[in-house]
């Protein structure tokens, strides 16, 4: 069995990861979020819950200790000091293989101009996403980094990506293609170790989401 625990399991794009990561009959999952009682239908003989928030060490280590993948979907201001935590969490327990969430824009990377729009509506956030990008880099993981832009909740799990140093495609990222990115990589964790990728919808480029014009 790949024992795999996720961090923020009670999001939006966790919830597009969940059903996709069940389909492998070879995974044994772990959800980690504050409140349990929110996805305790879900607990079963390949998944367990963990009720705890992510700057308790103690809660990290009960929630990562055994496994061999960590998914991260966690966000907030603080993001790049959980993100700091979940690393040394790891790094200390010896779990080596980690898939985590940014943000796109945070190497001002965005074409314009989109760039200055998003700045200007979330550029508040790209600090800590950064931290968060940085504290995985650094780190001796094994580690794949993901840089959405704007999610939507469309139905398509088509992406395409770009590396660290191009310039992003699109405005728009969406959860379900987020859901089955990360589920290959679980598939088959050798994928994209050591790539910090831009992940986003293909045809969306533009000066702003669809949903803003």
């Known amino acids: 069995m ?3 625990v996720l961090l923020g399991a009670n999001g939006h794009t966790s919830r597009e990861i969940i059903p996709r990561l069940l389909e492998q009959k070879d995974v044994r999952l772990r959800l980690f979020l504050r409140q349990a009682e929110r996805l305790r239908h879900l607990a079963g003989n390949h998944v367990d819950i963990i009720e705890g928030d992510a700057r308790c060490p103690e809660l990290l280590r009960e929630a990562i200790q055994g496994q061999d993948v960590v998914i991260s979907t966690m966000g907030g201001m603080d993001l790049g ?9 790891m790094e200390d327990l010896g779990v080596p293989r980690i898939i985590a969430m940014s943000a796109g824009g945070i190497y001002d990377e965005l074409p314009e101009p989109f760039n200055a729009w998003d700045k200007e509506m979330t550029g508040y956030t790209r600090p800590t996403n950064l ?8 780190s001796s993981l094994k580690y794949t980094i993901l840089r959405p832009v704007w999610l939507s909740d469309k139905a398509s799990e088509e992406f ?21 990115f990360i589920a290959d990589v679980v598939r088959n964790p050798d994928l994209h170790i050591g790539e910090n990728l831009g992940i986003s919808l293909p045809s969306t480029d533009g000066d702003k989401p669809a949903a803003y014009r």
């Open 131 to 138: 931290q968060a990008a940085e504290e995985i880099e650094k």
């Open 2 to 4: 790949k024992n795999v």
């Open 160 to 180: 395409e990506l770009t590396r660290k140093g191009e310039h992003y495609k699109g405005t728009e990222t969406s959860r379900s293609s987020i859901g089955r």
């Open 81 to 89: 000091d959980k993100i700091g935590l979940v690393v040394h969490v």
